[in-house]
């Protein structure tokens, strides 16, 4: 035999099922992808995020859905998943990106958790993290559309955004501009809407924005041996 043996490009097997190899991964159109979803996503989660890596956590979270984000998060805080991450221009717009594509009610909870507090540490000094990416009034808005009235100040989402709110109010305060102004009046207007009972939110945010949807009627569960299979490998 000697020598005469097959070799194997892995890299060339991986780019030529790179379709298969990313459904399998990040799926979540079928109960198969969701189970083969999860398993990445638990093995992903005990890994760890790091600064290579937290692309592929963000594309997790990207999936809004709730049995592959819980197992990727397990016990984490979502608050605090990306805080380890240096803030950078991609990571915010793309957060803010996914926080604009959603409606109030059509995101998993957990997810939006994620998603805001990454804007929450970013602009936790409102003008370092303007200068690393510029905040819009739309992206303002976006973010206010998910604060929910019939819950207080101490509800997790409501409380994040409303402390977000509260740092942009400071915004120009260390570098004035007139952009700038007007980003930390919308906040300010906002958040007193929010706790004034003679105001609503639709005087600050466009009605269509605050449209609600059902997410749970379009998510995809994972198959039943899925949890036969987990729950043999957890007993071993």
Same mark, same amino acid.
């Given at each position: 035999?000697?020598?005469?043996?097959?070799?194997?490009?892995?890299?060339?097997?991986?780019?030529?099922?790179?379709?298969?190899?990313?459904?399998?991964?990040?799926?979540?159109?079928? &109960? +198969?992808? !969701?189970?083969?979803?999860?398993?990445?996503? %638990?093995? *992903?989660?005990?890994?760890?995020?790091?600064?290579?890596?937290?692309?592929?956590?963000?594309?997790?979270?990207?999936?809004?859905?709730?049995?592959?984000?819980?197992?990727?998060?397990?016990?984490?805080?979502?608050r605090?998943?990306?805080?380890s991450?240096?803030?950078?221009?991609?990571?915010?717009?793309h957060?803010?990106?996914?926080?604009?594509?959603?409606?109030?009610?059509?995101?998993?909870?957990?997810?939006?958790?994620?998603?805001?507090?990454?804007?929450?540490?970013?602009?936790?000094?409102?003008?370092?993290?303007?200068?690393?990416? &510029? +905040?819009? !009034?739309?992206?303002?808005?976006?973010?206010? %559309?998910? *604060?929910?009235?019939?819950?207080?100040?101490?509800?997790?989402?409501?409380?994040?955004?409303?402390e977000?709110?509260d740092?942009?109010?400071?915004?120009?305060?260390?570098?004035?501009?007139p952009?700038k102004?007007?980003?930390?009046?919308?906040?300010f207007?906002?958040?007193?809407?929010?706790?004034d009972?003679?105001k609503?939110?639709?005087?600050?945010?466009?009605?269509?924005?605050?449209?609600?949807?059902?997410?749970?009627?379009?998510?995809?569960?994972?198959?039943?041996?899925?949890?036969?299979?987990?729950?043999?490998?957890?007993?071993?």
């Amino acid at each position: 035999m000697g020598g005469d043996y097959l070799s194997f490009d892995f890299d060339e097997i991986i780019m030529q099922n790179r379709q298969i190899i990313l459904e399998g991964i990040f799926g979540v159109s079928s &109960p +198969i992808q !969701v189970g083969s979803s999860m398993a990445f996503a %638990k093995y *992903l989660g005990h890994v760890g995020i790091t600064s290579r890596n937290y692309l592929l956590f963000l594309k997790i979270i990207e999936t809004n859905n709730k049995w592959v984000v819980d197992e990727l998060l397990e016990d984490r805080d979502p608050r605090l998943l990306f805080s380890s991450i240096r803030p950078n221009a991609y990571l915010i717009r793309h957060a803010l990106e996914l926080i604009s594509s959603w409606h109030p009610g059509q995101i998993y909870e957990k997810v939006l958790l994620a998603v805001l507090g990454t804007v929450e540490y970013t602009y936790h000094k409102p003008d370092t993290g303007y200068d690393i990416y &510029p +905040i819009e !009034v739309a992206d303002l808005q976006n973010i206010g %559309k998910f *604060l929910d009235e019939d819950k207080d100040q101490l509800d997790a989402t409501n409380s994040l955004i409303l402390e977000i709110f509260d740092r942009m109010t400071k915004l120009g305060q260390m570098d004035y501009t007139p952009h700038k102004a007007g980003i930390s009046r919308l906040a300010f207007n906002m958040r007193d809407a929010f706790f004034d009972n003679t105001k609503s939110l639709k005087d600050t945010i466009p009605e269509v924005l605050l449209v609600r949807l059902n997410r749970e009627s379009r998510e995809v569960r994972p198959a039943e041996d899925f949890f036969d299979f987990a729950g043999k490998i957890s007993n071993n």
